[in-house]
């Protein structure tokens, strides 16, 4: 099968040598496109600036923003089977860049935000997408209650939800303890894992969900 996997952060240039990011690693989403390797699959990779060597033998899409990583996805889901959105997409980004280095001057400054697509939302409803969809859930408070309304409204097969309150698991670590909600309504709680260990879970409940003649 052909799996797609969005790994990491996403920038959004502030000016030409600021941005707006977050604390993801990309060491999931990474793990996850190992293990589909491993595992026989055909796998492309778009990922936003990490400090990790993409594997050898997949397709790598380096982006930055969530815009580039938009496109990126919109013009290779259709060859995927399987979608997997492990990025942590920034959710909005600088309304207007500026041209040139902002100086220091005024006491306050203050940056207009503005949303940006959400690329796991639009894989059903604007890509068409009819592959297995698979999201992440980094959520501080009710996983269950976040993850099951993140499953329904983005019509995710599943979702992978965890719990970034938590300094020993999630975010810019090895470790990760996960719960994984299926569509069918069923929940299943993974111990806490290596990132390689829960990776190679997921792969396997994945494939297992897909139609036989996909696989
Ligand atoms: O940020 P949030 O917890 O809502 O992310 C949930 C899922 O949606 C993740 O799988 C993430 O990769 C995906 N996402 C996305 N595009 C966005 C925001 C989130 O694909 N703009």
Request: glycine share 6%.
């Amino acid at each position: 099968m052909h799996f797609l996997v969005t790994a990491g952060p996403t920038r959004e240039p502030i000016d030409p040598v600021r941005f707006l990011s977050n604390r993801s690693s990309g060491k999931m989403g990474y793990a996850l496109a190992e293990a589909a390797l491993a595992a026989g699959h055909t796998v492309t990779l778009v990922s936003g600036p990490v400090a990790l060597t993409a594997p050898e033998g997949l397709t790598f899409v380096p982006v930055e923003t969530a815009q580039e990583m938009y496109d990126a996805v919109a013009t290779r889901i259709h060859d995927a089977g399987v979608a997997i959105f492990c990025a942590a997409v920034a959710d909005y980004r600088v309304a207007s860049i500026a041209e040139e280095k902002i100086k220091k001057s005024a006491d306050e400054l203050t940056l207009r935000l503005v949303q940006n697509p959400d690329i796991l939302g639009s894989a059903r409803s604007v890509f068409g997408f009819g592959g297995l969809l698979v999201g992440f859930a980094a959520e501080t408070n009710d996983l269950a209650r976040h993850a099951l309304d993140k499953l329904r409204r983005k019509k995710c097969d599943l979702i992978v939800a965890n719990d970034v309150s938590r300094r020993d698991i999630a975010f810019d670590c090895d470790f990760n303890e996960v719960s994984l909600f299926f569509a069918d309504g069923t929940r299943e709680d993974l111990p806490f894992l290596t990132k390689h260990e829960i990776a190679a879970a997921l792969i396997g409940r994945i494939v297992a969900l897909a139609p036989q003649e996909r696989q």
